[in-house]
């Protein structure tokens, strides 16, 4: 398995995410994702799937020390009385003493990003996680993030897949030192139909699918795959015995169109750069 290095920060480049999954998939597909080598799983408190996860794990034996955990703070929770609370139910959730990762789910329009730091900060003082980031902001957020923190911000998880074009984004996180860690990357279910991915796939023996995932690493990025179904976990997972070339890179890159975004929900996303 190939990392990403940020501030200290080994992250596994391929992450298994379990975003709009119910406990029983879940709990389902996590041994299957074990058995393929995974062991990046990203999570989040308004997944409602935390339990599942941390079940899920303990059930197949796998060892914390193998295991990289991310899980992100709702905006609900952004508030004194209630961040540090809420982690500490997300780590009894998980049957963890620590995550590996703690992020920032959404900024938001109600706290402040100096305030939301603060209590970030707080928690990972209190050995309640090992590295922090933050998601889903933008470039000026980001900057704001990097300078307000005591530790280092690793990581900025944001929406990336070939229609959606974030080189501005990734430009200004390489040079902060921030690493990209990217989710939906299957475009919610366009990469796979793609006839360009499709076809490059084809001259690699690999599916489109591996071939968005690929593109994805092969920035540098780290990448979030998911599927509920078992059978296709070991798909997802084949990524690192071939490498696309530069216009292969390319050709992908040109996919990006002005109505690429996918997720832009009100009152929580940012003005997009």
């Known amino acids: 398995m190939d990392s990403v ?66 899980t992100k703070v709702w905006v609900d929770n952004y508030s004194e009385d209630r961040f540090a609370a809420s982690v500490d139910q997300s780590l009894d959730r998980l049957q963890v003493d620590q995550v590996d990762l703690l992020l920032l789910h959404w900024p938001g329009d109600k706290v402040a990003i ?27 957020q980001m900057a704001q993030s990097v300078a307000l923190s005591a530790a280092p911000i690793v990581t900025n998880q944001i929406e990336v897949h070939p229609y959606l074009d974030q080189r501005a ?13 990217a989710y939906y990357g299957m475009a919610d279910g366009a990469v796979p139909r793609d006839p360009v991915l499709q076809m490059i796939g084809a001259a690699h023996g690999k599916s489109a699918a591996q071939v968005a995932l690929r593109w994805l690493v092969q920035q540098g990025f780290v990448a979030l795959s998911k599927t509920a179904k078992p059978e296709r976990v070991a798909e997802n997972f084949a990524i690192f015995d071939f490498a696309l070339t530069d216009e292969e890179m390319a050709a992908i890159g040109r996919l990006a169109r002005p109505d690429g975004r996918l997720v832009n929900p009100s009152g929580l996303a940012p003005a997009w750069d």
Do not use: C
Not at 28 to 53: C, M, S, W
Not at 114 to 140: E, W, Y
């Open 5 to 70: 290095n940020a501030h200290g920060a080994e992250i596994p480049a391929l992450g298994f995410g379990v975003f709009r999954m119910s406990d029983a998939e879940v709990e389902k597909v996590v041994p299957a994702a074990l058995e393929a080598g995974f062991r990046h799983f990203d999570t989040a408190q308004i997944y409602k799937n935390e339990a599942a996860l941390g079940r899920a794990l303990a059930v197949a034996g796998a060892r914390r020390e193998d295991l990289f955990l991310t």
């Open 114 to 140: 100096t305030d939301q730091i603060a209590m970030l900060n707080t928690v990972q003082a209190a050995g309640k996680t090992r590295f922090i980031g933050v998601s889903n902001q933008n470039i000026a």
């Open 169 to 181: 984004v990734a430009a200004a996180a390489k040079a902060a030192g921030v690493a990209i860690t």
